[in-house]
């Protein structure tokens, strides 16, 4: 290991002498810092003690597989909330609730990479009824709520490798989208050679119907397409609003070293689905229904464990099968990686990560191009568009590696530029770059307060980088992802701050505190709780054996346990223990462990019901504790349970109170 | 105390009471009503009957009302038994006899703002003292606080 000390001399960074030569060549000097004076910026970003900041910011924790809630713009962490990797901390997918979560059509999966928080719409505005998060490697989408901030939903999408492209929602939430980044062959299983990739392997497009009430997701139809790399995806807003934008990369069809096989042509596509014509077909019956196994995992009620549906088929509209058109391609340089619509619906952005420019299409052009039949081939069923008839504009001297774009609503766009590592701002009138500033450093997504609605509040950027080398003090050989945060009230970027997150921060989104703050649950009310081992009568305490398996109904209030003492349990038995805590106040939280148990700790919020499972392999007596510091007297809060010889003949007994 | 004190005292409090009279605004209410619980200067009411939103006498039949009773009765064994015996005292005080101790609206307003009567009220701060556990509030509303007096009422009579 080398010990090396780091110049920000961001040719350093870039990890190659030629890519900052060109850099240099191509961009420039660096920009000047934007770094408003010091005092300034401290006082933007300052919330005073036991103020609330003016945003909520979702950030996902990409290969940490969860999405955590920022305060903006004071950059404070509020929570991390567990989606798709187990969380000892809070016992989820631990809990015997939770665990149904992580199950999919390959077994539990413990682990999983988590990109594009999504918050739910009504008219192309963020609503913060619930957020959506895809995981990018065993393909799933999850839906959070935020009354109670906790993953209440996970469903598998088949067909699917990678779903990188989702889940982005449509401006009223009908569909949440889901993206196969890496083709591969339909049907299940199937045992192909690798090398019969054009003819065997396809994409797939995921449309995702969410309840309006509920929120609970289903999979309505899925669209096979030509086996690209479908990259990215965004909604149209207004005029576009009935369309869904995906980029593909790798319209070479490589299936090896992509790097170079998969970078040779100067264009690839962005694919544009009409997504209500596409719905309207399957509704007419146009779509085919095909075996496949995917797992939907939710609630019934408000508590309780979570259920496995096991789905064994899906409806998909085939471009080769149908002569109806509902999907064109946009030609678009090169190998494009975001694609993004202004608040207006009316461009389309591309951040060709290969390309010189910035491609912008023009959502009007295009459906003119389409009346025009100004169709250059067809690929699959697929008109392919003329590009001169789609662009609006390309924008000049962007940067080296354009990658993703915001907007502000005042007419600018911002654009990640990830090899020469800054943002550039332009207009949406001249597509003339107006402002740059540097990112710390190698910027993927970047994001606007409000930002991807109709009508984003633009008051902060958040930037989302990928690696921190000497930003911060040194923790090891490897340091933990930075934000960075802007100022983008004024006609210049201003950097305000530059902060260490969790995981991979990956994408994010920010929505105006006042939106949600009113609907955030602060207890589980008792009488609401559906769990079906909850303790909703405290004299109802007990310990119920079934055979092997044994039951205890606990209860915890501050600062014990009820019961405490229990006997009978024996070697072999498998013990869940379902605590109630039996609080009705505000962030009172009692938890249990018990000594080991091959298990994390369990730790109920006030109301809630939650499980240990516990499989004692040795005789004794086993102290359990409340994990949680929940009062004066926490450390008296304790228990014991007396574990038995398998043959033993002591009886099932359980008390409290008594010495 | 000396003069002098008193005199860098009475100067202190008034910079105070001016600069929150200057920094001020339409919270006013809110403050001098915080003042006055904040005080030992508790009304005949409160003393008698407890700080919070009962502020008034209520009425109580000397009959039993059976259906609060059932009502009170599923409240108390959900929320309240953990740390309440009807005889002999636990966590808290036991609830037997209460209602020869306390007033119905001393009770409701104990079960419904029961931070304010431990921290303000001289009953709630020896109580405090004795058992050494703050009461948790227990999301009862005030219709249900009501139907815990008749269930305690009921078995009072009964026991």
């Known amino acids: 290991m080398k010990k090396q000390k780091t110049k920000t001399l961001r040719g350093l960074l870039l990890g190659g002498g030629f890519v900052a030569v060109a850099a240099f060549l191509f961009t420039g000097c660096p920009s000047q810092q934007g770094m408003m004076d010091t005092g300034d910026a401290a006082q933007k970003v300052y919330v005073a003690p036991g103020e609330h900041d003016e945003y909520y910011g979702f950030f996902s924790g990409g290969y940490s597989g969860q999405l955590s809630v920022w305060g903006l713009p004071s950059s404070r962490l509020l929570k991390v909330i567990p989606v798709f990797s187990q969380d000892p901390e809070t016992g989820y997918g631990y809990s015997e609730e939770t665990k149904p979560l992580f199950e999919t059509s390959y077994g539990f999966i413990p682990w999983d990479d988590s990109h594009h928080p999504h918050i739910s719409q009504t008219d192309g505005d963020a609503d913060g009824r619930w957020i959506f998060i895809n995981a990018n490697n065993t393909p799933r989408i999850a839906r959070i709520d935020l009354e109670t901030f906790e993953t209440k939903e996970i469903l598998e999408l088949p067909n699917t490798g990678g779903n990188h492209a989702s889940s982005f929602v449509t401006s009223n939430t009908e569909y949440v989208i889901g993206g196969t980044r890496f083709s591969i062959p339909y049907e299940t299983d199937l045992d192909v050679p690798i090398d019969s990739y054009s003819d065997e392997f396809r994409g797939a497009l995921s449309f995702i119907a969410v309840d309006q009430e509920t929120g609970m997701m289903d999979l309505d139809f899925q669209i096979v397409v030509p086996p690209y790399n479908y990259d990215l995806g965004r909604a149209g807003k207004g005029p576009s609003a009935d369309w869904v934008f995906f980029t593909t990369y790798n319209t070479e069809e490589a299936h090896t070293m992509l790097e170079v096989n998969a970078s040779r042509n100067d264009k690839d596509f962005i694919a544009a689905v009409n997504w209500r014509k596409a719905a309207e077909l399957v509704e007419q019956g146009h779509g085919e229904t095909i075996s496949a196994e995917y797992y939907h995992n939710y609630y019934e009620g408000k508590q309780g464990y979570a259920i496995n549906d096991v789905k064994d088929q899906v409806t998909i509209l085939d471009t080769r099968e149908i002569d109806d058109e509902f999907i064109y391609y946009l030609p678009t340089p090169k190998s494009p990686h975001g694609v993004d619509i202004d608040p207006t619906g009316e461009f389309i952005v591309g951040g060709g990560k290969l390309a010189t420019v910035i491609p912008v299409h023009s959502f009007s052009n295009m459906l003119q191009a389409i009346e025009d039949g100004e169709i250059e081939e067809y690929i699959d069923g697929i008109p392919v568009l003329n590009y001169d008839a789609t662009i609006a504009g390309e924008v000049e001297n962007p940067g080296l590696g354009p990658l993703h774009t915001e907007f502000d609503g005042r007419g600018y766009a911002y654009t990640s530029v990830y090899i020469s590592s800054e943002i550039v701002k332009w207009s949406l009138e001249t597509f003339e770059v107006v402002d740059r500033i540097d990112a710390y450093y190698s910027i993927g997504h970047l994001m606007i307060t409000g930002g991807d609605t109709v009508d984003p509040d633009a008051q902060y950027m958040i930037g989302l980088t990928k690696t921190a080398k000497d930003r911060y003090l040194p923790t090891g050989p490897k340091q933990n992802h930075p934000a960075q945060l802007y100022d983008i009230s004024g006609d210049r970027m201003e950097l305000l701050l530059d902060f260490p997150t969790i995981g991979e921060p990956h994408y994010a989104q920010a929505i105006r505190a006042d939106k949600i703050v009113d609907q955030v649950a602060q207890i589980y009310e008792m009488e609401e709780n559906d769990h079906p081992h909850a303790l909703l009568r405290i004299a109802d305490n007990r310990v119920e054996r079934e055979g092997n398996t044994v039951h205890i109904y606990m209860g915890a209030t501050r600062s014990h346990f009820r019961p405490d003492n229990i006997e009978g349990i024996k070697v072999g038995d498998t013990v869940y223990i379902h605590l109630t805590n039996l609080e009705q106040e505000w962030d009172v939280v009692h938890g249990v462990a018990i000594k080991g148990a091959n298990n994390a700790e369990i730790l109920p919020a006030p109301g809630q019901t939650k499980t240990l499972k516990w499989e004692p392999t040795r005789t004794g007596i086993y102290p359990f504790y409340c994990t949680a510091f929940c009062s004066a007297l926490h450390q008296e809060m304790q228990g014991y349970i007396r574990v038995s010889a398998e043959d033993s003949d002591v009886d099932l007994a359980w008390r409290t109170g008594t010495n | ?159």
């Open chain 2, 1 to 159: 105390m000396s003069f002098l004190k008193l005199v860098s005292r009475f100067v202190l409090l008034s910079t105070l009471l001016f600069a929150l009279q200057a920094c001020g605004g339409d919270d006013s209410d809110q403050r001098s009503a915080q003042t006055e619980t904040e005080e030992p200067g508790l009304t005949e009411f409160e003393l008698e009957h407890g700080i919070g939103p009962i502020t008034e006498r209520i009425e109580v039949d000397d009959e039993i009302d059976q259906e609060l009773v059932t009502q009170g009765r599923n409240i108390y064994e959900m929320k309240c038994e953990m740390c309440h015996n009807m005889e002999g005292r636990m966590v808290g005080p036991e609830l037997g006899n209460v209602m020869e101790r306390r007033s119905a609206e001393f009770v409701m307003n104990f079960i419904l703002n029961p931070s304010g009567m431990t921290n303000n009220h001289p009953v709630g701060q020896e109580l405090l003292q004795e058992y050494m556990t703050s009461m948790p509030f227990q999301n009862v509303k005030e219709d249900e606080a009501r139907a815990i007096v008749e269930f305690l009422r009921d078995y009072n009579q009964n026991n």
